[in-house]
């Protein structure tokens, strides 16, 4: 066995290990306080809808910090949170990089609703994505290397009689709402030949395509609030590649703007086509995709 297949081994070993329900237990513990204590509310909030920060965004990212510094994987990788890190030691040669998010959906947990999750990656040297684990809030946990999947396109499923689920995200620039009309026309398929939903958390959203009860997903950048997508809000895609689905990432600059999952390469297309027709002239020409393995680059044409 290589270096390199022990290494990927021994990852999916300890990531099969994590302590969702450690996890679970601390983040509904910390949800309940919320809800019956406002002074803790205040607490958390940042300075804007974006940047609260919670009592379990910090101890669940040290609870997870933790455990892979006790695991048999300590001192071969660096850590890139959310959250700031205080006193890492960064090994002199790391082999992979382990990227945690450790609460998704932050809004929706501080107001006591159930669409959020925690989100675990490891990635190697350059940045490519090998292990993807998310957790959501019913305990129940999705990550990458468990099992291969095949999904129907958009036209089988229509054929079939079906209509496909798209999550359509803007981070409220309005954007969402012309997806219908611009869906209908870049792909040719009727009006009530889909159902639009909007999941405001990542790794839900990466749950529901999971199962099945969505079967693409289309993240446009937005003027208004988050702009863009860091490392840690893309780990729910590793999951997603062995269910049979295909994905595409844009970047803008530096950060990943538009997201787009769907069950054939044509439809990864017909979904870049109504995303970029959703974005405005200058995100479209300075916009970059990332091909469905996370590493290589091109240019739109």
Not at 54 to 64: C, E, F, G, H, P
Not at 67 to 87: H, N
């Amino acid at each position: 066995m290589s270096i390199e297949n022990e290494l990927k081994q021994r990852l999916l070993t300890v990531f099969q290990a994590i302590p969702a329900d450690k996890i679970l237990a601390l983040a509904v513990d910390v949800q309940q306080k919320l809800q019956n204590d406002q002074s803790l509310e205040q607490q958390a909030k940042g300075d804007d809808e974006w940047g609260w920060v919670t009592k379990a965004d910090k101890d669940i990212q040290a609870l997870l910090v933790e455990y892979f510094a006790q695991s048999d994987l300590a001192g071969t990788y660096i850590v890139k949170a959310e959250e700031e890190l205080e006193g890492e030691d960064i090994p002199a040669d790391p082999k992979w990089q382990l990227i945690i998010d450790p609460l998704d959906g932050t809004s929706a947990y501080r107001k006591g609703k159930e669409t959020w999750g925690v989100m675990v990656g490891a990635c190697d040297r350059e940045g490519k994505l090998i292990i993807s684990w998310n957790m959501v809030s019913t305990g129940e946990v999705y990550m990458s290397g468990t099992e291969q999947g095949e999904r129907l396109s958009f036209a089988d499923k229509i054929t079939a009689g079906q209509a496909p689920a798209i999550d359509v995200y803007d981070y409220k620039s309005g954007a969402a709402e012309k997806f219908g009309e611009l869906f209908t026309k870049q792909t040719g398929y009727k009006t009530n030949q889909y159902e639009q939903t909007s999941y405001p958390a990542a790794v839900w959203a990466g749950w529901q395509l999971y199962q099945g009860n969505l079967d693409g997903l289309l993240w446009v950048p937005s003027g208004k609030g988050k702009k863009w997508y860091p490392d840690y809000d893309m780990i729910f895609v590793g999951a997603l590649l062995q269910r049979g689905l295909q994905t595409r990432l844009g970047k803008l600059d530096d950060n990943i703007a538009l997201v787009v999952v769907a069950p054939s390469q044509s439809d990864v297309e017909d979904l870049t086509k109504v995303g970029l027709a959703m974005m405005t002239d200058e995100q479209r020409n300075i916009l970059e995709v990332i091909d469905s393995d996370l590493s290589t680059t091109s240019a739109i044409k």
